[in-house]
């Protein structure tokens, strides 16, 4: 079974841009989260989606926004970027109460 | 205010020792609580869990104990090995909860010395 997939996996950007990123959850796995790790912090919660909706989100300004499609791969989008988000993107879905993460998009802005 | 605690924010153990890495937390309703590993610009990888109805839970080389008295549990590895060295999250719920719920510590180090 293929594990969370996400793209791309770096990526550069400059100030003021936006950005959009691509997850694939588990097969099978219906719901999709995203987080951000920044160096030296833990992992914060951005958004969680299910069935197309969006179910809970963490404390990130509007900026940062998500949405889900029929099949559960999700993306994220990432408006007038600040340095501030350059950071590690992760997705992730959930089976039970355990999480599986994807590796990764490495965001860094310019 | 954070309820998941990694007090060590890195640890070196010599090749073939044991690898203690622990973790409190402050919600007497968690009842699952998970270990993840993570490489430099990678996910964090699931290791193992527990719930709270346990112990103990062991998988190979990876023990997690859990004091609910105490709220705290640790992580034992044995044999320590090279390849172990990452950055160690723990993880804290309540059973059948969002990920929004699913509190993660700000994750030790380990460095694993040849």
């Known amino acids: 079974k293929a594990g969370v997939t996400q793209t791309p996996r770096y990526l550069i950007k400059t100030r003021g841009q936006q950005v959009t990123l691509s997850c694939s959850p588990i097969?099978?796995?219906?719901?999709v989260s995203w987080y951000q790790q920044t160096p030296g912090q833990g992992l914060q919660f951005l958004f969680e989606?299910?069935?197309?909706?969006?179910?809970n989100k963490g404390n990130f300004p509007g900026r940062f926004s998500g949405r889900q499609f029929s099949n559960s791969r999700s993306e994220m989008n990432v408006s007038t970027l600040e340095l501030g988000d350059s950071a590690l993107y992760l997705c992730?879905?959930?089976?039970?109460?355990?999480?599986?993460f994807g590796e990764g998009s490495w965001l860094t802005v310019v | 205010d954070q309820q998941v605690k990694q007090n060590s924010p890195s640890l070196s153990v010599q090749e073939g020792r044991i690898s203690i890495l622990n973790c409190d937390y402050t919600?007497?309703?968690?009842?699952?609580f998970l270990w993840y590993k993570k490489y430099p610009a990678e996910g964090p990888t699931f290791l193992i869990s527990?719930?709270?109805?346990?112990d103990k839970n062991e998988d190979g080389r990876f023990t997690v104990f859990l004091n609910k008295s105490a709220k705290h549990l640790s992580l034992h590895i044995v044999p320590s090995q090279p390849g172990d060295s990452a950055v160690y999250f723990c993880?804290?719920?309540?059973?059948?909860?969002?990920?929004?719920?699913?509190?993660f510590g700000p994750g030790t180090s380990l460095s694993v010395i040849p």
């Open positions: 992730a879905s959930k089976s039970g109460n355990t999480i599986y």
């Open positions: 993880a804290a719920s309540t059973t059948k909860t969002s990920y929004d719920k699913v509190i």
């Open positions: 989606y299910f069935s197309e909706t969006q179910r």
């Open positions: 527990i719930s709270s109805i346990k």
């Open positions: 919600n007497s309703m968690f009842d699952y």
């Open positions: 097969s099978g796995h219906r719901s």
